[in-house]
């Protein structure tokens, strides 16, 4: 490529800031005046991005002409290319001021920007599909849109000021505080490396040959917003980056940044997005590894990307772009010659070794330390501490089924039988949920899924803390309990389908629900007007027709001693 083309349309410009005493003040007033939408993480994680430049040449939430045309042919109304629709969902339960000015807050309900003159328009219902490239509630976007309000807003953005970041603020930085540092390193090329996960020596070898092969700095920029459900947590990453950078790097040729970027793992389409984030922050090349910003395997186990197909793509647009992919394959350690190679580069016969991602977690599982030769001790001691023995590990057990079908009676047996173990747990049970937690949600397909995710959220935070969360829970639609499984984590959730058959239900009747279902004296009573979609691969299938309530917790406690959940 010629050096030339390294100049596209981007370069990070800023969002209106009302930064100025005088400015501020009068934007407060306003804002106690207004509407306001509270925010969640990932519209957060935009508008901190939009408002530093780093989605530039975006400047505000799109409007509809841009978003429907991002959808159909990846590009801006005014042809810029720009691969990833970037929306404000409206929220359902706040009064919707078409034309006029609203307030956006943060989860503490602070002020942080104010949109005017709202214009709305409606979501496109192929769009988790159109991004993702796939209807599969396996993928943690598509069962995440599935909840998604149909409306979006769009309009003039104000930014008054963004949550603070108390953790490793010395590495937030804005693209334009980023390119400053990287000129001043003093070389035009810059490689840069988007990562989730902890660096290993075979991640050492890739950046530092990619910033070798074009002479130029390194910027390893990990995404700290929200990635992959069930990923480490950054403060754990960060602190191993932090310490490789130091001691491992060499620090006039590399710059460590945070990026906290709400990745949606769209795979091909993603790494476009990718690339253009790091164009804005000053990076020429951009390092892109198999299988880029995928979520790994759908519902029938098969991946659901190829794993050079971002790859590929971004090759396709890279002129456009102006960013050059660096694309790697497989990398492979040869353990007579202490050194690392590319796996279709090593010579015939000579001896290699390698760890997968599983293989990795199933030694941090059993207590063993990594091997010098894959992690640096720094890393493997970092990791250990923040991945105690699988036993000792937080998990949730997630009883689904239809009412009466037994899953309070079960989860009270494994409840007890964990006890047993020594595993004391928190039981989320469906009913009891609903009477407090939960209390005034009705049964509409919104509000049932709603009382879901509270339930998962809970439970999500029991299990983060290595605690042991038991729900018995209706959960009828696959959308909402895959999204329960991404919130608690895949690794950690374990699915258990109380099978039992309808017309079982409807003789035990213990709360007389189906019989005034069937005199119509009810609606939206799962399994008699309001569907009951059975799990598509749950982790345990049960049935209380034909087995007791301790044979079938049994079962269970079986699964989770078999995956190791569970001591022997």
Not at 104 to 121: C, I, K, Y
Not at 223 to 251: I, N, W
Not at 442 to 452: A, K, L, P, Q
Request: aromatic share 6%; glycine share 8%.
């Amino acid at each position: 490529m010629d050096e030339s083309s390294l100049n596209p349309p981007y370069g990070g410009t800023l969002v209106d800031l009302a930064g100025l005493p005088a400015e501020r003040r009068e934007w407060a007033a306003r804002a106690k005046t207004l509407p306001s939408w509270q925010l969640g993480l990932r519209a957060l994680c935009d508008l901190e991005l939009l408002a530093c430049g780093a989605f530039s040449p975006l400047r505000g939430f799109m409007g509809e002409a841009d978003y429907r045309r991002v959808l159909a042919e990846m590009r801006l109304l005014d042809g810029t290319f720009f691969p990833m629709p970037l929306t404000l969902p409206v929220p359902t339960d706040v009064p919707v001021p078409a034309g006029g000015d609203v307030v956006l807050r943060d989860a503490r309900n602070e002020p942080v920007a104010l949109l005017s003159g709202v214009a709305l328009f409606e979501r496109d219902p192929d769009e988790a599909r159109i991004v993702a490239g796939t209807e599969d509630t396996r993928h943690p976007l598509v069962a995440e849109m599935a909840h998604w309000p149909k409306t979006y807003a769009s309009g003039r953005l104000q930014v008054l000021g963004l949550p603070p970041h108390h953790d490793f603020a010395v590495l937030r930085r804005t693209p334009a505080q980023v390119r400053q540092l990287l000129a001043e390193r003093g070389h035009p090329r810059v490689v840069a490396f988007q990562t989730r996960n902890p660096i290993h020596r075979a991640h050492e070898w890739i950046t530092r040959k990619a910033a070798a092969d074009v002479d130029g700095t390194l910027l390893i920029h990990p995404v700290v917003g929200l990635t992959k459900p069930g990923d480490l947590d950054h403060f754990t990453r960060v602190r191993c980056y932090a310490l490789l950078a130091e001691r491992y790097y060499e620090p006039e040729r590399t710059l460590l940044s945070l990026l906290p970027l709400a990745m949606r793992m769209a795979g091909p389409r993603e790494a476009l997005w990718h690339a253009l984030i790091r164009r804005n922050y000053g990076a020429s090349h951009f390092i892109v590894g198999r299988d880029h910003a995928s979520p790994g395997l759908d519902s029938a186990g098969q991946p659901f990307y190829g794993p050079y197909d971002a790859q590929a793509l971004l090759a396709t647009h890279q002129e456009e772009l102006g960013v050059v992919p660096v694309p790697l394959g497989e990398v492979v350690y040869l353990p007579d010659e202490d050194r690392y190679e590319e796996a279709d580069r090593v010579p015939a016969g000579r001896r290699t070794v390698s760890l997968s991602g599983t293989a990795v977690r199933a030694m941090l599982q059993r207590g063993e330390t990594l091997p010098p030769w894959f992690t640096r001790p720094e890393t493997a001691r970092i990791l250990q501490e923040a991945h105690p023995p699988l036993g000792r590990r937080g998990f949730c057990v997630w009883f689904t089924g239809l009412s009466g079908a037994g899953k309070t009676t079960i989860a009270d047996v494994v409840t007890v039988l964990l006890l047993e173990r020594g595993r004391s747990s928190t039981s989320l049970d469906g009913d009891v949920v609903r009477t407090h937690l939960s209390k005034g949600l009705g049964f509409s397909r919104e509000d049932r899924d709603t009382n879901i995710l509270r339930i998962a959220f809970v439970a999500s935070e029991v299990v983060r803390h290595h605690g042991v969360a038991v729900v018995a829970a209706v959960s009828p639609y696959q959308a909402t309990r895959d999204q329960a499984r991404d919130l608690i984590g895949p690794d950690r959730f374990v699915l258990v389908h109380v099978a039992t058959p309808l017309e079982v239900c409807e003789a035990r009747d213990t709360k007389g629900l189906y019989a005034r279902a069937r005199r119509g004296e009810v609606l939206g009573v799962t399994g008699i007007d309001d569907p009951y979609e059975a799990p598509l691969a749950p982790d345990v299938v049960v049935t209380t027709h034909n087995q007791t309530p301790e044979q079938n917790a049994r079962e269970v406690l079986a699964h989770l001693v078999a995956r190791g959940l569970v001591a022997a």
